[in-house]
């Protein structure tokens, strides 16, 4: 069964708690911190695999949990990390975040290409560090430790456009399942009806020299840009082919249509799809030429094709007339699209597109918003600051004293003064509110106005490591 979109739920594992523990032995009577820190929970992680074909192992399970790390322990103990859990998708698979309100796509995650290629779509969490991690010259004995990082429970989408060298479309029962039967060992249903094919086919071709990847796309209608029929269940499939192999019916068929009128509609629905479709290397191949009565068609056929500067070949799969020299031609013009380098391309891009997923993701979590709620009402939103947030302990008078020692290191007291915070405000972050105590009343004016100028952006970027922002640890 071919299966090319599905919607899934992912979590990564919770982070371990961080330890608060004191060095207790009869020989060292000031022993100082010695609590360990929290494992990270583990990812779930999307690798291509060349193996697979489809989609299908999503079809039934739908929710994908990984590890959660577990807790630090005394004797600076650290916490094991939680295994990351693979899922392997075909190559060609688009990973797409879901808005959790509408569930329409929100933003890209990732676009996995490459043979071995990863990508973190379920981060796990941080594990929170024990208190060896805070003591400062002032602070010598801290108190408190750091809670673990609950991971974040989201929606994806998975959709696989198909890695063809070469792509079969045109109308309904023009050919196309019978063409790719002769050109590979694909053995696609072949009817004569419309709709016979329902789902796209993919065949290896091997000819002389050269061997390329063609699918068979199921045949198009026109308004299919435009969704009608599965327009768009098929169209997405075309996008990643180096080339188009554009298949007319010089019979007619029953239905006695014209072939140039037919190439005109398809050639103007992958263009409304996608305009650089209409741009992409093209053969026009006219089949079914051994059924009597189709001279004439093909020569109007080929005339438009010279008119357009494309190659154009008459052929029968039935059989067999002309596929050879198509086959042959097909393979050369791939070869000089995909050039020599592919496999070596495949060898070493895996991580560094790991790499580009990764730091776009770490870019996307380290932007903090600051929003006005209403009269003295203040909102921060971002991954950095709300992981700060989720792994200090409330409970704890020391933990929400360095919270807010972060915080402005962060310039997160410039960045509300600038918006407009004065004293007693409420500052929302999650769940919980704390008040504003930036400056004096009387001289917040001045210097909201000083860091207004100052800090002219309504987003900025909290530090890439949250121990950027620390006091240097202390023995």
Request: aromatic content about 6%; charged content about 30%; some cysteine.
């Amino acid at each position: 069964m071919f299966i090319d979109q599905v919607r899934i739920n992912v979590k990564g594992g919770d982070g371990g708690a961080g330890c608060m523990s004191f060095r207790r032995e009869a020989c060292v009577p000031k022993g100082g911190p010695d609590g360990g820190d929290g494992g990270h929970g583990g990812n779930v992680v999307l690798r291509a695999d060349r193996g697979k074909s489809s989609l299908i192992d999503f079809r039934f399970k739908h929710h994908f949990r990984a590890e959660r790390g577990t807790h630090g322990q005394g004797a600076r103990r650290h916490g094991a990390d939680g295994e990351d859990l693979v899922l392997n998708v075909p190559l060609g698979t688009i990973a797409y975040e879901l808005d959790p309100e509408t569930m329409e796509r929100a933003y890209l995650i990732a676009d996995l290409t490459h043979a071995g290629e990863m990508a973190v779509v379920g981060e796990g969490g941080h594990g929170g560090r024990g208190n060896i991690h805070f003591v400062t010259s002032v602070r010598r004995a801290p108190a408190f430790a750091e809670k673990g990082e609950p991971a974040t429970e989201h929606w994806i989408e998975l959709e696989m456009k198909l890695m063809a060298d070469v792509g079969l479309v045109g109308m309904p029962s023009v050919g196309k399942s019978s063409l790719i039967a002769h050109m590979s060992a694909a053995r696609p249903k072949i009817a004569d009806y419309p709709f016979t094919t329902l789902q796209p086919n993919l065949g290896m071709v091997r000819v002389g020299e050269y061997d390329y990847v063609v699918a068979d796309i199921p045949g198009l209608i026109e308004g299919a840009a435009e969704g009608k029929g599965l327009g768009h269940e098929f169209l997405r499939h075309i996008e990643r082919t180096a080339l188009i192999m554009h298949v007319v019916d010089l019979s007619g068929s029953y239905e006695q249509r014209d072939p140039v009128h037919d190439y005109l509609v398809i050639k103007r629905e992958l263009a409304e799809y996608a305009s650089d479709l209409s741009q992409r290397p093209t053969v026009i191949v006219g089949n079914k030429c051994d059924l009597p009565g189709t001279e004439e068609a093909s020569g109007r056929m080929r005339e438009l094709a010279e008119r357009e500067g494309l190659p154009y070949y008459e052929v029968s799969a039935a059989t067999g007339v002309g596929m050879h020299d198509l086959m042959m031609a097909v393979g050369k013009m791939v070869r000089e699209l995909r050039g020599a380098v592919q496999d070596e391309d495949e060898a070493t891009a895996p991580d560094q597109y790991a790499k580009v997923w990764t730091a776009r993701q770490h870019r996307r979590e380290r932007v903090t918003k600051v929003s006005k709620e209403g009269p003295g009402v203040w909102r921060l939103s971002g991954k950095s600051i709300e992981r700060m947030v989720i792994q200090t302990d409330w409970d704890n008078d020391e933990s929400i004293i360095y919270l807010q020692h972060r915080l402005d290191r962060l310039g997160i007291e410039r960045e509300l003064l600038k918006e407009g915070a004065r004293n007693g405000d409420v500052v929302r972050i999650l769940g919980y509110e704390l008040e504003f105590t930036g400056v004096d009343d009387d001289t917040s004016d001045v210097l909201s106005e000083d860091a207004a100028e100052e800090l002219d952006w309504e987003e900025f970027d909290a530090p890439a490591d949250d121990d950027d922002v620390d006091e240097p640890d202390g023995e």
